[in-house]
């Protein structure tokens, strides 16, 4: 086969042979192999996804708005968050339309108060949804890290575990609080776009917004975020 350039048909047979040999032996075997891929516990699972709420919350409300727009649907938070949204994004607001303001963007895509009122209105239910979402995920997160670290101080108390193993986790406690912390800062940003945002829903000659009710909600889920970091920044 020298000189021969390799084919992907050739690559394929070739992963197809190995697949085939690595799935030869006893049944014993292939059964202890496969446990650990089995999947991550309750806990872990919790912790991997209060990271990413953290870093979804990141995502500014006129970068979610700016996501939406781009696919033609609602307001694209999602997971993940470090993505740049103001690049290589176009709806037709300009080249420096990533570089403003939520409020800025509003003004400039929808004419009149009540179509502005309407989108603001969906970019806070859907807001909404997502800080359900960690809320619920940093609860259990809480309830799991409350009841290991409850345990291992019992134990550390008759000196059944080491003084590391307990530090061990009461490091991972803190890098908890620490999500906890950044999903908080992301969410206390978007209520000040949000906040910015509110003049343009009042009526002419009025004071009080139709959103009213939506940003006080958006408040009451953010003190209820604090208070599950405070009672875990307690426990550790």
Do not use: H, W
Not at 24 to 29: E, F, P, R, V
Not at 158 to 179: P, Y
């Amino acid at each position: 086969m020298a000189g021969r350039p390799v084919t992907p048909r050739v690559i394929a047979a070739l992963l197809a042979s190995a697949l085939a040999l690595s799935a030869c032996g006893d049944g014993s075997t292939n059964t202890q192999s496969a446990a650990p891929a089995a999947g991550q516990t309750g806990d872990s699972q919790a912790e991997e996804q209060l990271a990413k709420q953290a870093a979804a919350l990141q995502k500014t409300v006129l970068q979610g708005a700016l996501a939406g727009g781009a696919t033609g649907g609602a307001i694209g938070f999602g997971l993940g968050g470090s993505d740049d949204v103001g690049s290589g994004i176009s709806i037709g607001l300009g080249a420096g339309a990533a570089a403003g303001s939520y409020v800025a963007f509003v003004q400039r895509k929808y004419i009149g108060r009540e179509s502005r009122l309407r989108q603001i209105k969906k970019d806070l239910d859907a807001n909404a949804v997502e800080m359900q979402t960690t809320i619920n995920v940093m609860n259990q997160v809480l309830a799991a890290q409350k009841a290991e670290l409850d345990a291992l101080k019992a134990q550390s108390a008759t000196g059944q575990i080491s003084a590391t193993q307990m530090q061990q986790e009461v490091t991972e406690a803190n890098g908890n609080l620490a999500q906890m912390q950044i999903a908080i800062d992301g969410a206390t940003k978007r209520q000040g776009e949000f906040a910015e945002a509110r003049g343009l829903t009042v009526k002419r000659g009025e004071s009080a917004s139709p959103i009213d009710g939506d940003l006080a909600a958006l408040q009451n889920q953010i003190g209820q975020m604090r208070a599950i970091a405070n009672d875990l920044a307690t426990a550790i």
